[in-house]
């Protein structure tokens, strides 16, 4: 059985390919990339297939060398609340490359052209709202590994009671809370630089490594 440094998620192998996960699914069927299944039926593509195809076709961009920054997509129309969420994550350390989208039609277009590590989503917006945009999300399975934080002005009972919002988001009430939202991007690089996916994290500032 290959070595675990020499085999790759699905996830992870379209991470590094700039692909949806589901092109790379279909890459692994049509035999264009060589993979294996686990005993649990998931599929394990091997590095030096990835390594192979980014060599052999120039549209697909290199793997990333070195620590890259956070992505984020916010989904916001009011400017106040753009700024506001700016400047939290200007306190926290973390280096962050921020997508601003005024709804969720501008939100999904920058989805299909760049794969953030972080959705986070305003639900009451015009002409297309939160909503539309977590359900949209939801509907797509190459979206499936980008998280997303709901921020709104409603109670938690009244977005509990509310069947449009899926249980997998993680809501926040408004006004954001800059130790919720920073514990939040500490976690979520942990996660990615454990997945092999390496993002500039505070520990990375201190250390002096730049993305």
């Avoid at 549209?59 to 920054?69: C, K, L, T, V, W």
């Avoid at 092999?196 to 994290?201: E, P």
């Amino acid at each position: 059985m290959p070595q675990s440094t020499d085999v790759l998620t699905t996830q992870q192998a379209a991470r590094i390919l700039g692909l949806s996960t589901t092109s790379v699914q279909k890459m692994v069927i049509s035999g264009e990339l060589e993979a294996w299944i686990t005993p649990g039926g998931h599929r394990r593509i091997f590095r030096s297939a990835i390594d192979k195809l980014v060599q052999s076709r120039g549209n697909i961009a290199p793997p990333e060398a070195g620590p890259r920054p956070l992505r984020i997509l916010l989904a916001e129309d009011d400017q106040v609340q753009v700024a506001y969420f700016q400047a939290l994550l200007a306190r926290g350390g973390h280096e962050v490359a921020l997508t601003v989208a005024n709804d969720a039609s501008q939100a999904l277009i920058q989805l299909e052209r760049q794969r953030p590590d972080l959705v986070v989503t305003d639900l009451m917006m015009t002409p297309f709202d939160g909503y539309h945009l977590v359900q949209a999300m939801a509907k797509e399975p190459a979206y499936q590994p980008i998280e997303v934080i709901v921020l709104t002005a409603l109670t938690r009972t009244e977005v509990q009671d509310d069947p449009r919002l899926p249980n997998w988001v993680t809501v926040y009430q408004k006004p954001l809370q800059a130790e919720r939202l920073l514990g939040y991007l500490d976690a979520l690089a942990t996660r990615l630089n454990r997945s092999g996916h390496t993002v500039v994290s505070p520990a990375h500032l201190k250390r002096g490594t730049s993305a």
